[in-house]
């Protein structure tokens, strides 16, 4: 395990290390000066000089880059070029927005699509199964902006359920610490603290849907493909052999097996949130990480794009890597694969 652990960590760190050289060398693909789209400070403002000399811009690239490095280590990511806000708070408040909307979207997807997943293995060829997997098919097909606005237009326009733009109705008063809007309305003041959560759940309803669906029929196929194959293995026919029931034969001996399976595919769909949360905070006007960088792409706001990019690849990077820590504890037959050790 200690050496499986320290491989992980050997990858994880060079990972890191190319990320952020990638993020150092946007300084100076991005148009302007690369000081500015460092520290979001214009030539022209007295403090300048100042940033020149702390960001090394009169020395060479590899000192440049060190100086880059003891600033993004010490969250000093600049300034944001459109309102002169400091990149890193902000960034640290749509990444929570972000989160929350995705955690949200994951449970709803593993709720609903692992049970869907067994129904459909235990109805094997049946036209219960075949209906489900058709629906599943469509689900995932369906792309997402397209239907995010069906969804809106049913429920939010046609029938009136639920509004489609930002967090809560700002005459609630709730103000922002965190980014979180649940966790934010428990730390509020607001008089009416229940009328505010119910309203900010109301807004979170229709992006946690459409968010979720494509994992959620992902992880339909995955859990059927999973769960039949365990059916046909030799101990799952012994346990039937001994008079167990079927239920007992899924919830017991089928269903654990394939969860393993399963579970090895947590990143893709992982990916699959983040990279589809952009098109859904850019659809509701959530303040989350994709249209944080949405909307700084419009603006050329660039200290900002370097930022979500950063964020959203080392998110993902870090996900990645707890993954497999876990794969390589749960499972001594990942690491005997790799170092042929247990």
Same mark, same amino acid.
């Given at each position: 395990?200690?050496?499986?652990?320290?491989?992980?960590?050997?990858?994880?760190?060079?990972?890191?290390?190319?990320?952020?050289?990638?993020?150092?060398?946007?300084?100076?693909?991005?148009?302007?000066?690369?000081?500015?789209? +460092?520290?979001?400070?214009?030539?022209?403002?007295?403090?300048?000089?100042? +940033?020149?000399?702390?960001?090394?811009?009169?020395?060479?690239?590899?000192?440049?880059?060190?100086?880059?490095?003891?600033?993004?280590?010490?969250?000093?990511?600049?300034?944001?070029?459109?309102? &002169?806000?400091?990149?890193? !708070?902000?960034?640290?408040?749509?990444?929570?927005?972000? =989160?929350?909307?995705?955690?949200?979207?994951?449970?709803?997807?593993?709720?609903?699509?692992?049970?869907?997943?067994?129904?459909?293995?235990?109805?094997?060829?049946?036209?219960?199964?075949?209906?489900? @997997?058709?629906?599943?098919?469509?689900?995932?097909?369906?792309?997402?902006?397209?239907?995010?606005? $069906?969804? @809106?237009?049913?429920?939010?326009?046609?029938?009136?359920?639920? /509004?489609?733009?930002?967090? =809560?109705?700002?005459?609630?008063?709730?103000?922002?610490?965190?980014?979180? @809007?649940?966790?934010?309305?428990?730390?509020?003041?607001?008089?009416?603290?229940?009328? !505010?959560?119910?309203?900010?759940?109301?807004?979170?309803?229709? /992006?946690?849907? =459409? $968010?979720?669906?494509?994992?959620? +029929?992902?992880?339909?196929?995955?859990?059927?493909?999973?769960?039949?194959?365990?059916?046909?293995?030799?101990?799952?026919? !012994?346990?039937?052999?001994?008079?167990?029931?079927?239920?007992?034969?899924?919830?017991?001996?089928?269903?654990?097996?394939?969860?393993?399976?399963?579970?090895?595919?947590?990143?893709?769909?992982?990916?699959?949130?983040?990279?589809?949360?952009?098109?859904?905070?850019?659809?509701?006007?959530? /303040?989350?990480? &994709?249209?944080?960088?949405?909307?700084?792409?419009?603006?050329?706001?660039? /200290?900002?794009?370097?930022?979500?990019?950063?964020?959203?690849?080392?998110?993902?990077?870090?996900?990645?890597?707890?993954?497999?820590?876990?794969? &390589?504890?749960?499972?001594?037959?990942?690491?005997?694969?790799?170092?042929?050790?247990?």
């Amino acid at each position: 395990m200690t050496r499986y652990l320290i491989g992980r960590l050997s990858v994880f760190i060079i990972a890191v290390f190319l990320l952020t050289v990638f993020s150092f060398s946007l300084n100076y693909l991005f148009p302007g000066d690369p000081i500015t789209n +460092m520290s979001g400070i214009r030539p022209f403002q007295s403090s300048y000089p100042l +940033m020149v000399e702390l960001r090394g811009g009169d020395q060479n690239l590899a000192i440049q880059y060190m100086r880059y490095l003891q600033h993004l280590f010490a969250g000093d990511w600049g300034l944001s070029l459109s309102n &002169g806000t400091p990149v890193f !708070a902000d960034g640290i408040q749509h990444f929570m927005a972000s =989160i929350e909307l995705i955690l949200l979207a994951l449970l709803v997807a593993v709720v609903f699509g692992l049970p869907l997943g067994v129904f459909a293995a235990s109805r094997f060829r049946q036209r219960s199964d075949q209906t489900v @997997i058709s629906l599943a098919m469509v689900g995932y097909s369906i792309p997402v902006f397209w239907l995010a606005q $069906l969804i @809106i237009l049913l429920f939010a326009i046609k029938l009136g359920w639920f /509004p489609i733009t930002g967090q =809560i109705n700002p005459l609630y008063g709730v103000e922002p610490q965190t980014g979180s @809007i649940l966790i934010d309305v428990f730390l509020s003041d607001s008089e009416y603290k229940a009328a !505010a959560l119910q309203d900010a759940l109301n807004h979170i309803v229709l /992006p946690v849907i =459409i $968010l979720a669906i494509m994992p959620m +029929m992902l992880l339909l196929r995955l859990m059927r493909n999973a769960t039949q194959e365990m059916l046909q293995k030799p101990f799952v026919k !012994a346990a039937r052999a001994r008079g167990l029931s079927e239920f007992r034969v899924l919830v017991k001996h089928a269903i654990p097996n394939a969860v393993q399976s399963v579970l090895q595919q947590t990143t893709l769909i992982f990916s699959l949130l983040l990279t589809n949360s952009i098109v859904v905070e850019s659809i509701f006007n959530w /303040p989350g990480m &994709g249209n944080w960088l949405i909307r700084s792409i419009f603006e050329r706001d660039y /200290p900002i794009i370097q930022a979500a990019v950063l964020m959203f690849a080392f998110v993902i990077l870090f996900f990645n890597l707890l993954v497999e820590l876990y794969h &390589g504890w749960r499972f001594p037959i990942v690491r005997h694969e790799q170092y042929a050790t247990r």
